[in-house]
C-alpha cells in the first residue's frame, strides 16, 4: 500500500512527501518463487526511510535491484522524475546510491585507507596520490563525526569501527542515497547508539538513506518512515510518528511481537557439557614483506564453562573475542593448547569433530551459507550434512540412503515448519528463516546431548526468530545442555539460565539474566565495566 492509497481501518498511513527515488510496478520472479510483485516503494530526499518484513518478503531483492544487481521482469526505476535502467552496482554508484552489506566486504590484511580507497584511489599520471587520498578520506572521517584510525589494519578493530569503514568506504565514492542492510545485526546497545547518531548527521548533511532492519524498536527510534512488505507485496508505508511495535509486527506477520523468554526453570544437576582450563593458541603471519614471520598468539585462555542438562548458557561478547575460535573447540576442528572438554562426563579433548558429532554433538552455525548448507544441492542431501555416516542416512557406515535421506528430510520440514514446495529443491531457493529452520531441524532430529547455537536468528525475521526461540526451549525442557552464543542481547537475556561475557578470549564475569539490562551487559562486553 502506498501513501496515496486508503489504509484499512486501524491502519496508519504516511503523509504525502516528494520522492527522490520511486519504484514502480516493481516485479521479480525466480523459478517458483515470487520475490517481489508489483511493488511501490519511494523515499523522499533527506530521510531515514525504514524497510521490513519477513524473511522471503522480498526486501533483498528490492534493494538489490535498486543497487543494480538484479535487473527488475517489471516495472521502473525513477531517480528525481527520471526513469533508470542499472545493469550493475557501477550505474547505481553513478546515480549516487551506496550499499553497505549486512556481511562486511573488507579485506583484513589491508588498512583502513586501502580498504576504503581500494578501485578508486586518486590518481596522477597513473600515480597514486597517498597524501590526497589520506586528506580525502580523513574529511570524511571529520565530516561525519566517523572516528577511526585510517593507517590501522582492518583485522584490528571491532565490528562497530568495521562497520564505520564500510560507512566511509560509500561516502568515499560519493554517494547520496546510501542502503544499509541489516546494520545493527552485530552491533551492542552502545554501538547501535553510535551508528544512529552517525546517520543522523548523514541525514543532516543532506544525505537519504534506506534503512534494512528487523528489530522494530530500532526502526522506530530512527527512522522518518516505514514501508512494510510481505510475501513479496508491499503492505504499507506509515509514520513512525504514528505507528508502534504491535502496528509493525500485526502488518508484517499478522500477530504479537515475539519475545525470548524461557518461562519455566528445566535445569537439574547433572552436567553435560564441561570445559576445564581452556587455552588455544594460535600462529598468525606477523611483519610485511621478507621480514613476515609466524607469531603465537592466546586466543582463549583458562576459560571454564559448566552447562547442566535442561539449561541455557549464554555467552555474551562483542565479535573477535574468542567466541569462534571457543566454539571450533569445543567442536574439535581447532587443537587445544591446554585444558580438557568434557561431554555427559566423557573426556572429549582428543576425540575427531566426527566422532563428537556421531556422540551427539549438535552444531548450528553462526554462518549458514558458508557453514551450513550446500546451498546448490537439495534439502535432501543438506538434512544429513554432518550426520552422513551415521543412520538413518547410512548403513555399515558409508553407504548412503539416499530413500531414507530423502524420508528423513520429509519429517524435518514437516515438525519443524520449512517451507518449501519439495525436498527435491536447492536449498538457495528457500528463505534465509526456513534455511535456518531446515539446518535446527536436522541438528534436533538426531536426539544430541549437547546443543551449541551460533547466533541462531541472525539475519532471520520476526515470525522466523519465533519459532527459532521456541525450537530452543524445546530442546532446553527435552533434557539438552544449549551454549548459546548470540549477538542479541535481547535474545541472550531472554532465553539463558546463565550469561557469561566474554573479553579477548577470557570469561570475565558471570551474570543472571534475570538481574541485568542489554546496556549493562554490553557495558561488560565493551570492557567498560567488569
Not at 552491533?187 to 528489530?215: A, C, N, S, W, Y
Not at 573426556?347 to 549458514?368: A, K, V
Request: proline share 4%.
Amino acid at each position: 500500500m502506498t501513501s496515496s492509497e486508503t489504509m484499512p481501518a486501524g491502519r496508519v498511513r504516511s503523509t504525502p512527501l516528494t520522492p527522490l527515488i520511486e519504484l514502480r510496478g516493481i516485479s521479480k520472479y525466480f523459478p517458483g518463487v515470487i520475490a517481489n510483485e508489483n511493488i511501490n516503494f519511494s523515499v523522499a530526499e533527506g530521510e531515514i526511510h525504514a524497510l521490513c518484513g519477513e524473511n522471503g518478503a522480498g526486501k533483498s531483492t528490492l534493494m538489490k535491484i535498486l543497487y543494480g544487481m538484479q535487473l527488475p521482469d517489471e516495472g521502473s526505476i525513477l531517480i528525481k522524475d527520471e526513469t533508470i535502467r542499472f545493469h550493475s552496482p557501477r550505474d547505481a554508484i553513478d546515480y549516487g546510491i551506496g550499499m553497505v552489506h549486512q556481511h562486511f566486504m573488507l579485506a583484513d590484511n589491508l588498512s583502513v585507507l586501502e580498504n576504503i580507497i581500494l578501485g578508486a584511489e586518486p590518481t596522477t599520471l597513473g600515480y597514486m596520490q597517498q597524501a590526497t587520498a589520506e586528506q580525502q578520506v580523513q574529511d570524511l572521517c571529520d565530516s561525519y563525526g566517523l572516528t577511526v584510525n585510517i593507517h590501522t589494519h582492518v583485522e584490528e578493530l571491532a565490528v562497530g569501527q568495521r562497520q564505520k569503514v564500510e560507512i566511509i568506504k560509500v561516502l568515499y565514492r560519493g554517494v547520496d542515497i546510501l542502503i544499509l542492510d541489516e546494520p545493527t545485526s552485530v552491533l551492542v546497545p552502545q554501538e547501535v547508539e553510535d551508528l544512529f547518531v552517525t546517520m543522523r548527521e548523514m541525514k543532516e548533511q543532506g544525505k537519504t538513506l534506506i534503512f534494512i532492519d528487523h528489530k522494530l524498536d530500532e526502526v522506530l527510534e530512527i527512522a522518518d518512515r516505514i514501508t512494510v512488505l510481505r510475501a513479496g507485496r508491499s503492505v504499507a508505508t506509515v509514520d513512525k510518528t504514528e505507528a508502534t511495535a504491535h502496528d509493525l509486527a500485526e502488518l508484517m506477520i499478522g500477530s504479537e511481537l515475539p519475545v525470548p523468554d524461557t518461562y519455566e526453570d528445566t535445569v537439574v544437576e547433572e552436567i553435560l557439557l564441561k570445559v576445564e582450563g581452556l587455552n588455544l593458541d594460535t600462529e598468525e603471519l606477523g611483519g610485511s614483506g621478507i621480514a613476515a614471520e609466524l607469531e603465537r598468539r592466546q586466543v582463549l585462555t583458562n576459560v571454564n564453562i559448566s552447562v547442566h542438562r535442561g539449561e541455557i548458557v549464554g555467552i555474551a561478547g562483542v565479535e573477535g573475542n574468542g567466541q569462534a575460535e571457543l566454539i571450533e573447540a569445543l567442536l574439535g576442528t581447532r587443537q587445544v593448547s591446554s585444558g580438557k572438554i568434557f561431554m555427559a562426563g566423557e573426556d572429549i579433548t582428543g576425540w575427531s569433530t566426527r566422532r563428537r558429532r556421531e556422540e551427539n554433538l549438535g552444531y548450528i552455525p553462526e554462518d549458514r551459507h558458508k557453514m551450513g548448507l550446500m546451498l546448490s544441492s537439495p534439502l535432501w542431501e543438506n538434512a544429513m550434512l554432518g550426520h552422513q555416516g551415521s543412520r538413518p542416512f547410512a548403513a555399515g557406515g558409508f553407504w548412503l540412503l539416499p530413500s531414507a535421506a530423502r524420508e528423513k528430510c520429509e519429517e524435518i520440514v514437516e515438525d519443524f515448519d520449512v517451507r518449501t514446495p519439495s525436498v527435491r529443491v536447492a536449498a538457495d531457493a528457500l528463505s534465509g528463516g526456513n534455511q535456518q529452520k531446515l539446518i535446527i531441524g536436522r541438528e534436533m532430529s538426531m536426539s544430541p546431548k549437547v546443543l551449541i547455537a551460533a547466533h541462531p536468528t541472525r539475519g532471520i525475521d520476526v515470525g522466523a526468530q519465533a519459532a527459532v526461540w521456541e525450537d530452543l526451549r524445546v530442546a532446553r525442557r527435552e533434557g539438552l545442555a544449549v551454549l548459546l552464543v548470540s549477538a542479541d542481547l535481547d535474545e541472550l537475556i531472554g532465553l539463558s539460565d546463565r550469561l557469561m561475557v566474554i573479553l579477548r578470549g577470557q570469561i570475565v564475569v558471570e551474570l543472571d539474566p534475570a538481574q541485568v539490562t542489554p546496556r549493562e551487559l554490553g557495558s561488560y562486553m565493551t570492557g567498560a565495566q567488569v
